[in-house]
């Protein structure tokens, strides 16, 4: 089993995948002839070789298996894993083509399931509480202020509700992408500042340590850099709070 | 002489205030982020590329190229007083430089790598003011098909020289290339794989791309390790015994040398040269017993070395417009920003910006001399902020500089997605570098590899019938064969090895 999860393993399947999607994304782009090259004549190419050579390294790293070091430290954690991919699946499916209510709605159950058998360990009924409370406020900022804003109050409160466990690796990334989608939600209907605060929340949550003065100490510090680099050394056009500086 | 007057005029653009201001600036932000750990100049570059763009073009990448070889100084920095590499090119001058700093001699360490530094950097820029213009001439005289080939030649050195699977880096410039294609195909108007977003005709932006696969990755990565720190060691005399000083010189001229060849080499650059001479300065000692307890050589040479490197891999992106390294990849990225397209038509076109870019490489080489032997209590200091304030911080510029590209917020949102692949790359071992290679590379090499089958009315013996052409491809033959002998790969292997350990 091992074998399959090696870094070399992964990352050929990875090119093979890549070159299977420019193939059907480019599909209906014409190949032309070699003198007059179609649009499509160098992607073709390009996805061949570099499924030719995703191939190469999938297989060879089956056969020099032994000492391929893991990609990822999933031992053991199996069920945890499968059990977030189908839960983010089906809230995006809803999403999609549900609405957004029915997306907050299974974030929300996720959590409540998630949390119950043990996958998200931690005070279960603060996560479940605060993930519902994110999904509600967030539902209603989207359908009577902003959809943005919605979108962006119902990404903090999850992203603050999730206890993760202490040895947890997924944690920065998770934090650190939330937080710039947050922010590119955010930026431009309220403005830097509000942006600000939540990205820079958010993205402090990533770190080992998390303490609440510290965070506030940095929101001012970087505010007052960002206005003075941005609005006045550069004089970009952003508003500090939209509609008021 | 020719010669003489470009300088001259180099000299005047470079030291017009406004031009001066900016390499102090660069100088200064490559010091800081060379004495930070974690955060190295690929990254920094990435994240301020968008920044640039409201810059002219001059000041630009003056700031820029500041940042860069500003890094190769601060890191020795740390790399002396705190055992800790600030970033990559540094990591063999704490074998030797730490050591010499606890037997108290780190005043003398620093400034012997500082005045190495300068001397290398002296050097590096003498190599490209010499070479650029006979380099350019050549360049002119290519034709599509030779350029496409010299792509493939300078594509295939820096896989080959640089550390990891070979294939794996090739499968990477070819995921580049692939998305270097995306956008309004130039020659039919076709949309390729644009996903009907108008944000993605003119093609994906080079920026969002190169912030998230090295800025947002890279500080995902820094938070996944816990930090450790360690406290510094005082700094007392700065100056080098007589003693120190006979035997750093000759390390610190044959680290120039050295280095000024490697960064020139395709895939080469600072890390690789200071391994390198560090290598050769303990094989020729008379008494390598003394490598690791605090050699002066070991000090002198890698540090000369890696300047030299970080001056000379300039030559292939600015004459040639083929970028060696990732850095070099990013300073064509900020070049194409500026709506300048690299090659050799830059010096012609432009001999303002070429040559006073050279020159203020020099003049950015002494001010680094200046800013860092005085002042390095006060970036010792810097290295006391956790990294937990300045993730944020690095993050929330990230963002606005994005934004501020085009002022969308659809660039926000690519940098986040491409930050999610970089990091999936580094998880496995896939290495960011020559994806963007392949990325910056890609757009030209398409339209010249198209040119010449359309020139050659679709027979690719094209390729092989100019000499310029032949000559290139069969060097790159030869570079893949010579990977594919066992022993060679053997030898390369334990050298990567070596870096790493």
């Not at chain 2, 660069?26 to 640039?52: D, F, K, N, R, S």
């Not at chain 2, 790598?113 to 006979?134: D, H, K, N, Y």
């Not at chain 2, 093609?203 to 500080?219: K, N, T, V, Y």
């Not at chain 2, 066992?486 to 390369?492: G, I, Y």
Request: hydrophobic content about 55%.
């Amino acid at each position: 089993m091992n074998r399959f999860l090696s870094k070399d393993f992964l990352s050929g399947v990875m090119f093979i995948a890549f070159g299977l999607a420019a193939l059907w994304f480019g599909r209906h782009l014409a190949m032309g002839t070699s003198v007059r090259m179609g649009p499509g004549y160098v992607p073709h190419m390009l996805a061949y070789i570099m499924m030719v050579l995703g191939l190469i390294i999938a297989v060879s790293a089956l056969y020099t298996g032994g000492a391929a070091e893991a990609a990822f430290e999933v031992a053991g954690n199996w069920t945890a894993l499968i059990a977030i991919t189908v839960a983010t699946a089906a809230c995006v499916l809803l999403g999609a083509y549900v609405s957004y209510y029915a997306l907050l709605a299974g974030v929300a159950v996720s959590f409540a399931i998630l949390s119950f058998i043990n996958i998200l360990p931690g005070a279960k009924l603060r996560t479940i509480g605060l993930a519902v409370a994110g999904c509600v406020v967030g539902g209603v900022v989207y359908n009577l202020v902003n959809q943005d804003v919605g979108m962006a109050v119902s990404l903090v409160l999850c992203a603050l509700a999730i206890q993760w466990p202490p040895e947890s690796k997924v944690k920065p990334l998770f934090m650190v992408t939330v937080g710039i989608v947050t922010f590119a939600l955010l930026f431009e209907t309220t403005g830097m500042l509000p942006s600000l605060i939540a990205l820079v929340l958010i993205a402090s949550l990533g770190g080992d340590e998390f303490r609440l003065k510290e965070v506030a100490g940095n929101i001012v510090v970087l505010t007052i850099l960002c206005i003075l680099v941005f609005k006045v050394g550069l004089s970009m056009n952003i508003s500090v709070i939209n509609g008021v500086w | 002489m020719d010669l003489l007057g470009n300088l001259v005029l180099g000299m005047k653009v470079a030291l017009s205030l406004q031009n001066l201001l900016y390499a102090l600036v660069g100088c200064m932000v490559g010091t800081l982020i060379g004495v930070l750990p974690g955060i190295g100049p690929v990254a920094t570059i990435a994240m301020l590329l968008p920044i640039t763009f409201h810059l002219p073009p001059t000041a630009a990448l003056i700031m820029l190229a500041g940042i860069y070889y500003g890094a190769a100084y601060g890191g020795s920095t740390t790399s002396i007083l705190v055992n800790l590499p600030g970033e990559a090119s540094s990591v063999v001058t704490c074998i030797d430089g730490y050591q010499m700093a606890r037997k108290g001699r780190a005043g003398a360490a620093l400034s012997i790598s500082a005045l190495g530094s300068f001397f290398a950097g002296t050097v590096g820029t003498m190599i490209i003011v010499l070479f650029a213009e006979p380099l350019t001439q050549m360049a002119q005289k290519f034709g599509p098909s030779d350029y496409c080939s010299l792509m493939a030649l300078g594509l295939v050195a820096a896989v080959v020289l640089a550390s990891g699977s070979v294939v794996k880096a090739i499968a990477m410039v070819f995921l580049g290339l692939l998305f270097g294609l995306v956008g309004t195909d130039v020659n039919t108007g076709a949309q390729r794989f644009t996903f009907d977003i108008p944000e993605l005709s003119d093609g994906i932006d080079f920026a969002p791309i190169a912030m998230g696969l090295f800025g947002i990755a890279e500080i995902v990565s820094n938070l996944e390790r816990k930090s450790l720190r360690s406290g510094a060691i005082k700094v007392t005399s700065l100056w080098p015994t007589r003693e120190e000083t006979r035997r750093a010189v000759p390390a610190a001229v044959r680290g120039t040398a050295l280095g000024a060849i490697l960064g020139v080499l395709p895939g080469g650059g600072p890390t690789l040269a200071a391994f390198s001479s560090y290598t050769l300065e303990k094989k020729i000692s008379k008494t390598p017993q003394e490598f690791g307890k605090g050699a002066v050589e070991g000090v002198a040479a890698p540090e000369s070395a890696n300047n030299a490197a970080a001056q000379t891999s300039f030559i292939p992106m600015l004459t040639l417009g083929i970028p060696s390294n990732a850095v070099m990849a990013l300073m064509v990225g900020a070049m194409i920003i500026q709506g300048i397209q690299p090659g050799p038509e830059v010096m012609t076109k432009r001999p303002d910006l070429f040559w006073g870019m050279i020159a203020s490489m020099w003049i950015g080489n002494l001010m680094l001399v200046i800013i860092n032997l005085p002042m390095i209590g006060m970036w010792v200091k810097l290295l006391t902020v956790p990294y937990r304030f300045l993730a944020p911080a690095i993050l929330l510029f990230c963002a606005i500089g994005a934004y501020s590209l085009q002022n969308s917020t659809f660039h926000v949102e690519q940098v986040a997605l491409f930050g999610v692949l970089g990091y999936v790359f580094s998880r496995l071992g896939c290495e960011g570098a020559p994806f963007l290679l392949g990325l910056v590379l890609g757009p030209q090499m398409e339209e010249y590899f198209r040119r010449a089958m359309l020139l050659s009315r679709g027979d690719p013996s094209v390729f092989i019938q100019r000499p310029i052409s032949l000559g290139l491809l069969i060097a790159t033959a030869l570079l893949l064969i010579l990977m594919a002998l066992p022993s060679l790969r053997k030898a390369r292997e334990e050298a990567f090895q070596e870096e790493e350990g």
